[in-house]
């Protein structure tokens, strides 16, 4: 598998640019020098955090990923009115539901936070943990809830970290980069139950102060490991 490179035509001011082209890589450097070029040109660049067989991109050809993510706008129309306020906002959230610190991309429009696992989750795999985190993301509400719709999509495309964002005028760069979590951690930090007990303290069925259980957790099955093709 390998990940697909998204990119628009060169970006024209006062006009939003829409990705245009695919070109799939199986080589990080080749893809990193591809997207070089790409820049200097003036387009704007996002790939695919799940891996792909091929350049078609769509949930059916979504292999595996080894992250789960969150999309928060920084703009005026929606979200965040700044990425000072996104930053606040996912920050709150993952204390609220005692999550770790994920790595933290600035987008040129908001931020883009992945929380990533040791190994390799299969679309099962994958589906399960995000429809967790989207639980999560829902109950708690507020700005962080405005666009939900990236979190449950295995086919989403991101801002490429380390390249400009033309359109907004910034670089998309990586704020905080995060360790992998262990496959254990991963699995019962993104387990039904948790999001379960969140949905229920905060429908206020339950008046218990910390609304994730502090207790060990009964993990969904996870199966973690390196595809085959």
């Keep these: 598998g390998g990940i697909n490179l998204c990119y628009t035509a060169p970006v024209v001011e006062g006009q939003k640019p829409k990705p245009h082209h695919v070109e799939h890589f199986t080589s990080a450097a080749a893809l990193e020098a591809r997207a070089a070029v790409l820049s200097a040109e003036g387009r704007d660049l996002y790939f695919t955090p799940a891996h792909f067989t091929t350049r078609?991109?769509?949930?059916?050809?979504a292999k595996w990923a080894r992250s789960i993510w969150i999309d928060i706008d920084a703009r005026d129309e929606k979200g965040c009115?700044?990425?000072?306020?996104?930053?606040?906002?996912?920050?709150?959230?993952?204390?609220?539901?005692?999550?770790?610190?994920?790595?933290?991309?600035?987008?040129?429009a908001g931020i883009h936070a992945y929380w990533t696992a040791e190994s390799n989750m299969h679309p099962?795999?994958?589906?399960?943990?995000?429809?967790?985190?989207?639980?999560?993301?829902?109950?708690?509400?507020?700005?962080?809830?405005?666009?939900?719709?990236?979190?449950t999509d295995m086919s989403s495309m991101m801002r490429l970290p380390g390249f400009r964002n033309h359109y907004r005028g910034a670089d998309a760069t990586i704020l905080h980069l995060a360790p992998a979590m262990s496959d254990?951690?991963?699995?019962?930090?993104?387990?039904?139950?948790?999001?379960?007990?969140?949905?229920?303290?905060?429908s206020g069925r339950s008046t218990v102060a910390n609304p994730v259980p502090t207790t060990t957790l009964s993990a969904p099955v996870f199966h973690f490991s390196e595809p085959q093709y």
Excluded at 56 to 61: D, E, G, I
Excluded at 124 to 148: C, E, F, Q, R
Excluded at 184 to 202: G, I, L, W
């Design 124 to 151: 099962a795999t994958w589906n399960v943990a995000a429809k967790v985190l989207h639980t999560m993301v829902k109950t708690y509400g507020g700005p962080i809830a405005s666009d939900t719709a990236r979190i």
């Design 81 to 108: 009115a700044t990425v000072e306020e996104a930053q606040t906002v996912l920050e709150e959230f993952r204390v609220a539901l005692q999550l770790p610190a994920p790595t933290v991309v600035l987008s040129g």
């Design 56 to 61: 078609t991109r769509n949930k059916t050809n």
């Design 184 to 202: 254990a951690a991963f699995a019962s930090t993104f387990a039904q139950n948790r999001a379960d007990s969140y949905q229920v303290y905060m």
